[in-house]
């Protein structure tokens, strides 16, 4: 049962570099959203799509960049990472009761270091 | 935007002690959810409240959604050392607010055997 999966789990950035979270949900869910989880703040939504070739923002969008070409995969990019974006992710798919219900189960998280 | 406030931010309790736990929000939300995240993983669904006043168990755990569709709280009864975790509220407001969830800072849970 792979569910969502992440990768990496681990990254180590400079200022001003780029890369690409991976998320894969094997599930069929059209939904699939990214959040951040930052110390005493819980977790923020930073992207989301309702279906292959649809993403919208969320509350902190702004350094991120979302795709989603397939059902499946719904990649996260940091275009000029900055130590603000040191954090932890989170990749999650809409269950099958809908996004309306709210039941998303999430991926194990990639934790992003930005020297 | 949406702010929800759940408190406290720790507890450091007994085992076969009962905890208690809530989130009060400044706007209204058509579904509250309580999620529970293990350390190192991600947060999993413990339940999900969809009615004003709805009052809902799993196992040892009940929860409410507040009258005024503005609070909600958990309730754990006799915990064990694997209660150990974060505890999230979060809340969706429905309409535009398709699939967006807005979190509580999270409940730290400390259960000493």
Redo the contacts between chains.
């Keep these: 049962n792979a569910g ?1 999966t992440q990768t990496p789990k681990f990254q180590v950035l400079k200022t001003g570099q780029s890369m690409t979270l991976q998320c894969a949900q094997d599930m069929n869910h059209e ?1 699939m ?1 990214w ?1 951040r989880q930052d110390p ?6 930073i992207h ?1 799509s ?1 279906g292959a070739g649809i993403t919208d923002q ?2 902190v969008p702004n350094g991120y960049n979302v795709s989603r070409s397939t059902t499946e995969d719904f990649p996260l990019r940091l275009l000029s990472a900055a130590p603000s974006q040191t954090s932890v992710y ?1 990749c ?1 798919s ?2 099958p009761g809908g ?6 189960f ?4 990639s934790r992003l270091t930005v020297l | 935007g949406q702010q929800l406030n759940q408190s406290p931010q720790s507890m450091f309790i007994q085992e076969g002690e009962d905890v208690s736990m809530n989130c009060t929000s400044s706007s209204i939300f058509n579904t509250w959810l309580w999620y529970k995240q293990d350390p190192g993983e991600g947060p999993v669904l413990l339940i999900a409240l969809y009615k004003a006043g709805e009052l809902t168990s799993n196992g040892r755990l009940t929860a409410q959604f507040g009258i005024t569709r503005k609070d909600s709280f958990l309730n754990i009864s006799a915990s064990i050392p694997s209660d150990v975790g974060i505890y999230f509220c979060a809340g969706q407001a429905g309409g535009t607010s398709y699939g967006k969830l807005t979190f509580g800072q999270g409940t730290i849970l400390t259960v000493h055997p």
């Design positions: 969502v939904y959203s959040y005493g703040m819980g977790l923020r939504l989301y309702v969320g509350e989170f999650a809409s269950s996004p309306d219900t709210g039941e998303l999430f991926g194990e998280g």
